[in-house]
T-cell receptor, first 111, second 119 residues
Framework: DAKTTQPPSMDCAEGRAANLPCNHS???????VYWYRQIHSQGPQYIIH???NNETNEMASLIITEDRKSSTLILPHATLRDTAVYYC????????????FGGGTRVLVKP | GAVVSQHPSWVICKSGTSVKIECRSL??????MFWYRQFPKQSLMLMAT?????????EQGVEKDKFLINHASLTLSTLTVTSAHPEDSSFYIC???????????????FGSGTQLSVL
């Protein structure tokens, strides 16, 4: 699985959009970009995933660059409950469903 | 959405004793479950893959005789930490794949975790 690089931490203001970057310069053509988050002392929660096109769901938007070497997770209106560690994971979709978690970004939403 | 129940949510035990953690898929069948371990302020580390009806597959460096995994049914996997020591104190998390999902990651669900403290 391709490695990812994320900033270790970031703060954002409540009600504002939070943009979380992820670099995955060694991604291969068939690897997907997945985002999970982990709220303190809980199990990870799936957020969104994509291959090439930008994706949006009720939780977030995923913007993938044209060369697919980086992506951005966007939380459109951050709330205090969005405070969590966000993990960007790149992997093949059919590889046994094992998820390899990197360091993630610790996001603190401030009032 | 699908729910994975993990029990207990926390446990304190004496050094040398064994602790069993249960992971149940409540409304779906899970042929495969995964066990992770997480130390404070660190990321999740995959310990093993649990397959229903067969032996678990352990990641490199994880002692299979210390971390016993049983996946006897499509809805239950257990992790037993045998002869626990203080260094085994950690947050243990399971995840389960919905058998009918066909491998989609959005159908991979996580339990709420078990905090193990070994005195």
């Amino acid at each position: 699985d391709a490695k990812t690089t994320q900033p270790p931490s970031m703060d954002c203001a409540e009600g504002r959009a939070a943009n979380l970057p992820c670099n995955h310069s060694t991604i291969s053509g068939n690897e997907y970009v997945y985002w999970y988050r982990q709220i303190h002392s809980q199990g990870p929660q799936y957020i969104i995933h994509g291959l090439k096109n930008n994706e949006t769901n009720e939780m977030a938007s995923l913007i993938i660059t044209e060369d697919r070497k980086s992506s951005t997770l966007i939380l459109p209106h951050a709330t205090l409950r969005d405070t969590a560690v966000y993990y960007c994971i790149v992997r093949f979709k059919a590889a046994g469903n094992k998820l390899t978690f990197g360091g993630g970004t610790r996001v603190l939403v401030k009032p | 959405g699908a729910v994975v129940s993990q029990h207990p949510s926390w446990v304190i035990c004496k050094s040398g004793t064994s602790v069993k953690i249960e992971c149940r898929s409540l409304d779906f069948q899970a042929t495969t479950m995964f066990w992770y371990r997480q130390f404070p302020k660190q990321s999740l580390m995959l310990m093993a893959t649990s397959n229903e009806g067969s032996k678990a597959t352990y990641e490199q460096g994880v002692e299979k005789d210390k971390f016993l995994i049983n996946h006897a049914s499509l809805t239950l996997s257990t992790l037993t930490v045998t002869s626990a020591h203080p260094e085994d104190s950690s947050f243990y998390i399971c995840s389960a794949r919905d058998f009918l999902s066909g491998g989609s990651h959005e159908k991979l669900f996580f339990g709420s975790g078990t905090q193990l403290s070994v005195l």
